[in-house]
């Protein structure tokens, strides 16, 4: 038997990506969907040739499935979570895990309880060139890493009653939507927390209530400095979405990898330097290069999501992350 999706959150980013996800996994099959907008539920729902709903539970109490996928505004997180788990389902909801910590340990703690797996959608760890970064820093090619830069964007002007634009609905603007992936990746790829964080952001461009730009710096564990730019108000093809990590030994460069595709490359250069050089007459060595695969992250993310259910052994080490995310976030919201 293929294992069981429902879908709550019909469009956007459901449409877009996860659905196509779920039928391209051969152990995976939708069974349903659920959006608030009996339209969108409609539609969606025929799109796909499956029942459709507007009601989350209306659609668990009358549909078998062995998990649920959220995609829906963050403020519904934790509501529509605590639903699915009611019905003893394992959910995969989107990122961020919820508006605040409070609200995330509450899920985490709930789900371990009852030994079902809660998951949240930071995809982008699984871009081959991203965990290519971090098999380079754990095998030393770059020595100890001193300084990490990221930069995230995306084009997003003013849109009335998106959701993203009202701080009640999404929790915040650029930090809360692009800075959570970077600082969750980050953290992935040097295996350590980030412990001190400080911030800079503001709303320059558009007339929205949430920042619009935004830098962020920090100090993870072991002393590692580095800093985060996020924007909604830079043009997509203005953006090299890049990821820089600079060690004692050399550097990992990569471009456009911050994305929903892998796409993109990396540029790796190991050149350990020995004396100091007082005429700082420098030279560039050539990188190695990597390219991206082309996979679909977001297939690699469920197949692994319903792998761990299926082996039943809930692994609960990314959501506890995702919470540990959520703490830095806060952090910056609150000290600034």
Not at 80 to 99: G, R, T, Y
Request: net charge negative.
């Amino acid at each position: 038997m293929k294992f069981r999706w429902c879908v709550i959150g019909a469009g956007g980013i459901a449409d877009r990506r996860t659905i196509p996800a779920i039928l391209e996994d051969e152990g995976s099959e939708l069974v349903a969907v659920m959006d608030k907008f009996p339209q969108t539920a409609e539609k969606i729902g025929q799109k796909y040739g499956v029942k459709y709903f507007t009601d989350e539970a209306e659609m668990l109490k009358s549909v078998e499935c062995d998990a649920v996928y959220i995609g829906t505004p963050v403020f519904s997180h934790y509501d529509q979570a605590m639903i699915a788990l009611s019905f003893d389902k394992h959910v995969f909801v989107e990122k961020p895990i919820a508006m605040n910590v409070t609200e995330g340990e509450k899920l985490v703690k709930a789900f371990k309880e009852k030994g079902k797996l809660l998951c949240v959608g930071y995809m982008m760890k699984y871009h081959n060139l991203h965990e290519k970064a971090k098999e380079i820093v754990k095998t030393d090619g770059i020595g100890a890493v001193n300084s990490v830069r990221a930069q995230f964007t995306c084009w997003y002007p003013d849109i009335p009653g998106a959701w993203r634009q009202n701080k009640a609905l999404g929790g915040g603007g650029a930090i809360m939507d692009l800075g959570v992936h970077c600082i969750e990746l980050v953290e992935d790829i040097l295996g350590e927390e980030i412990v001190d964080v400080k911030a800079f952001y503001n709303t320059k461009t558009f007339k929205y209530e949430v920042e619009d730009g935004a830098v962020v710096i920090f100090k993870t564990t072991s002393g590692v400095l580095g800093h985060i730019d996020v924007n909604f108000n830079i043009p997509d093809n203005a953006s090299l979405s890049k990821l820089e990590l600079y060690g004692d030994k050399g550097y990992i460069m990569c471009e456009g990898t911050l994305a929903q595709e892998e796409k993109g490359k990396l540029m790796h250069l190991y050149s350990p330097q020995g004396d100091y050089s007082a005429a700082q007459n420098r030279t560039t060595d050539k990188p190695e290069e990597y390219f991206g695969a082309e996979s679909n992250l977001y297939l690699k993310q469920l197949k692994l999501f319903r792998e761990n259910v299926e082996s039943g052994k809930p692994d609960y080490f990314y959501t506890d992350r995702a919470v540990q995310v959520q703490k830095v976030v806060e952090k910056i919201y609150n000290e600034n």
